[in-house]
Each structure stands twice: as C-alpha cells, then as structure tokens.
C-alpha cells in the first residue's frame, strides 16, 4: 500500500509551489541557447537500446550497469535515454538535417534515466539542458559552447562555478595513450575492481572513471592524455585556450578529466561547484568527431554538452541566486448569495478572457473564509460582490497590500477599470525598487 504514495527511489516530484523555478530555468536556458543560434529539437524519450550501445559505449558504466532497458510487446529491446547526444545525433541522420546549412545546432531540455544509487544532486530521473552542433571543426566551435555555458550560468546569477578543460586527442594520437594507460594499470591489475580487469584491454581510459576507490586511488598516477596529444590535436587544444582568454572566461586544464562516455575526441569540458556536495559536475560536454561517421553518416565534427537541471538549482540555491517572483493571482472575486456569485463568475470570465488571472468561489465558502482564501493565493485586488453592489451597479476593488479602495462599475467598464488599477500598482511598485536601487 505504501508504494502507491510513494515515488520510486531517486524520482523528484516538483509541486506546483516549486514549478515556476524550473519554468524559468528551462526558458532561460532555451532562450540563451536561441541568442547563439541554437533552436530547439525534440526527440522521443526511448529508443532502440543498440543506439546507446553503440554511441555511448558498451564498456561504459551508464551502458554496463545503468541503463533502463526492457523489451517491448514488439520484442524490442528499448531504452530509456540516458542521456541525449545520441538521440541529437539519430535525429539528424534520420531527417537529414546534415544536408542544412552547417553548422547545425539544436538545444533540448529532456528527461533522463540512470539507474545510480541516488544521492544528493544525483537521480535515477534527472532533467538535462543541453545543445549540439554538427559541422565544425575549428576550436571556435569549442569557444563558442564554452561561451553559451558561462552565459547561461551569468544569466542566472550562478558565480561560484569552475571550468575544467582537457584534451583527450584523437584516434591519430589515442592509441599511443591507450598503450601506456594499459601498461599502467597492468602492473596494478590484480587490485582492480573485476569491470576493471575487463576494461584494461578493451578500453583502459573507462578506468579513469570508475567508482571504485580502489580503481579512483590506482587511477591517480596514470599517465595523461596531454602528454601523448598529436600535432593537430595540441593546436586545437591551444587554439581553444587562446580563445577563452580572448573571451575573459577562465579555466584551468585538468587532465584527469576524461567523461564517461565513449564518443568524445579532443575537448573535453566540465563546469564544476564545490558547494553541492560529491556531484558537483553541474554540466560536461566536449567533442565528438568520430560519432556521426560511426553511425553511418557522413564524417562530421560535432560538439555539444549537457547540464543537470537538479544540480543547476541546487547551485543557485547555494550561491543565492534570484528567482523571479511567482506570477499569483490578479484579482479574487468574492460573492454572497446566489445571484453576486452568478455575476462573480461572469466577471472572472471576463478578466480572464482580457488576460488576467481571476478566481472565484468554488467552495460555498463565507465572505470571511473567501478573504482569507484570497489572501493565501496572494491576489493583488480583490472584490465583494452582494445584494447591494448587484442593486447600486458598483463595487470596490481593494488593493490587498496597501488596502486602498478603488470605486468601480459593474458594467462594461469593469474589465478596463481594473486594467487601469493594475497598471497604476505595477509602476508604484517599479518606483519603489527603483527607489530602493538608489538608496
Ligand atoms: P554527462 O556528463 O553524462 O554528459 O551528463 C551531463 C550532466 O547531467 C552532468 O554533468 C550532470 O549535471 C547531469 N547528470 C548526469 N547523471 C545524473 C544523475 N544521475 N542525476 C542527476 N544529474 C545527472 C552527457 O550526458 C553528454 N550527453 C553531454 C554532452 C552533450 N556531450 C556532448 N554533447
């Protein structure tokens, strides 16, 4: 029985006194992505479970031990996404959006699903922003993301968060840094956790990510990537560096950072926070050379990157970000009686239809009780409507926050009457934190 009101483990509910937060994230988010020239894609939240295989990777940890996967009444196999580049990339080949002018660029804001052992700021459904852009292959691409990301995050008052950059070469360059990662690690294989053990061969970097603290602790001294880089590889790593300083936006390079997914080539970049706790990874990206020609499209340069919507907000709430306050009632319409409630849903249809938001009695409550109602919801004006308002043909509007009352007609001038109010209080509240800006 408990189950039935309880959320599966590592879900979030978001209440509706909570959603105006994410509203706004999710538009500015959107929005940024729009200044840079990136629009919006929409893609299914499952797919063919091959496509993660494949892209992601079949050593990783979110292919090995993370994915939901299930097979269909079709005998499918299909997954829910655990992350979106994949899916960007599936939609792009399947509609041939490559054959649009380059570069292409899409921004998403999706749900997505990994089965980890849940704690703070890390969830079996989480909510990833991300954007992705195919056809370039100059480090102006890797600025330019790098750009949007800071942007997002000035936009949204986020300061205390750092950039990590590392370049984890190509397939020219890899395999010599694969060779000496093997070396590496076995000298050491017999510590390694059994993943492990499986990864040397097939892919020693997954290595440098696992979970394990022993594989963490063994992992600290192996050699980087930056040491083995390749001529092109370096000027493009030195190429973005140049430009990041042009653009004022600081980094330092890390050369642990490798990302847990299999696609990534060259950049690779992470924004991190010291104040959220062990998930501090707000937003990871890089490039992805390699991926479209490996699904079967035309070789093409891509870039992207994804961040975390829960860790976001959590980052705002630590540094105290500002939300925008939260759009309540305009006016309550309260009635007595029959035939003042008949009149209070005419009028509440009528303000509603001009674009306010109005609410009347729908609980048979007193007037004392409707005030106070009002109230709680934070209406701006209120009305009473009774006998005597219905007989006279007026009412009195009150601002609910200085109390004042406005006299108005219950005729066709109503609607404008209280536009007016309105108006008249939006700007009195304008000069006042105008006038405190300036105190
Ligand atoms: P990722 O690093 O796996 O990269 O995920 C991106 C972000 O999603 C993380 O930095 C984190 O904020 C958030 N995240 C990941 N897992 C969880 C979780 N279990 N709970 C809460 N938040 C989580 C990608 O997904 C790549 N597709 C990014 C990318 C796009 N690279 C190129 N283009």
Redesign the pocket.
């Known amino acids: 029985m408990a189950l039935l009101t309880k959320a599966p483990r590592g879900t979030q509910d978001v209440l509706p006194s909570q959603s105006s937060r994410w509203q706004y994230v999710e538009a500015t988010l959107l929005n940024t992505a729009r200044l840079f020239g990136f629009k919006e894609i929409r893609f299914p939240t499952f797919e063919h479970t091959e496509l993660f295989i494949r892209s992601v990777g079949d050593t990783t940890d979110?292919v090995q031990k993370e994915m939901y996967t299930f097979t269909d009444k079709g005998d499918r196999s299909i997954t829910l996404r655990?992350?979106?580049?994949a899916s960007v990339v599936r939609t792009a080949l399947e509609h041939g959006l490559l054959n649009d002018a380059l570069p292409m660029k899409a921004s998403y804001v999706i749900p997505?699903f990994?089965y980890?052992k849940p704690q703070a700021?890390?969830?079996?459904e989480?909510h990833?922003f991300?954007?992705?852009m195919f056809g370039s292959q100059s480090p102006n691409a890797d600025a330019e993301v790098i750009g949007l990301v800071k942007n997002c995050f000035d936009t949204l008052g986020i300061t205390d968060i750092a950039l990590e950059i590392n370049s984890i070469g190509c397939p020219e360059c890899r395999p010599k840094y694969l060779k000496a990662l093997r070396e590496y690690f076995a000298a050491r294989q017999e510590e390694l956790c059994p993943t492990c053990q499986e990864r040397l061969e097939k892919n020693p970097m997954r290595i440098l990510d696992c979970k394990s603290p022993v594989c963490h602790d063994i992992a600290k001294d192996a050699p980087t990537g930056l040491e083995y880089l390749c001529q092109e590889c370096k000027e493009h790593f030195e190429g973005l560096k140049k430009r990041l300083e042009l653009m004022g936006i600081e980094y330092t390079v890390n050369p642990r950072i490798v990302?847990?997914?299999d696609y990534?080539t060259k950049t690779v970049f992470?924004f991190i926070s010291q104040n959220i706790g062990a998930?501090g990874?707000?937003?990871?990206?890089?490039r992805?050379d390699g991926l479209i020609g490996q699904m079967g499209g035309a070789p093409t340069p891509a870039?992207?990157?994804?961040?975390?919507l829960?860790?976001?907000l959590l980052v705002m709430d630590q540094c105290g970000a500002e939300f925008p306050p939260e759009q309540g009632c305009d006016v309550y319409i309260g009635s007595m009686g029959e035939a003042a409630s008949l009149k209070a849903v005419e009028l509440t249809a009528r303000l509603r239809e001009e674009g306010f938001s109005a609410e009347c009695d729908l609980m048979n409550r007193s007037v004392k009780a409707q005030m106070k109602y009002a109230d709680k919801i934070g209406a701006r004006y209120s009305v009473i409507l009774g006998e005597n308002e219905l007989s006279t043909g007026a009412c009195q509007l009150k601002n609910m926050k200085n109390r004042e009352i406005t006299e108005l007609k219950l005729d066709d001038s109503f609607v404008d009457a209280v536009y007016q109010q309105i108006m008249h209080s939006c700007y009195m509240d304008l000069e006042d934190s105008v006038e405190k800006m300036e105190l």
């Open positions: 979110v655990p992350e979106g580049t997505c990994r980890e700021g890390r969830l079996r989480f990833q991300g954007v992705e990302r847990g997914l990534y992470e998930q990874t707000v937003c990871g990206g890089g992805y870039i992207g990157f994804a961040m975390g829960e860790r976001l």
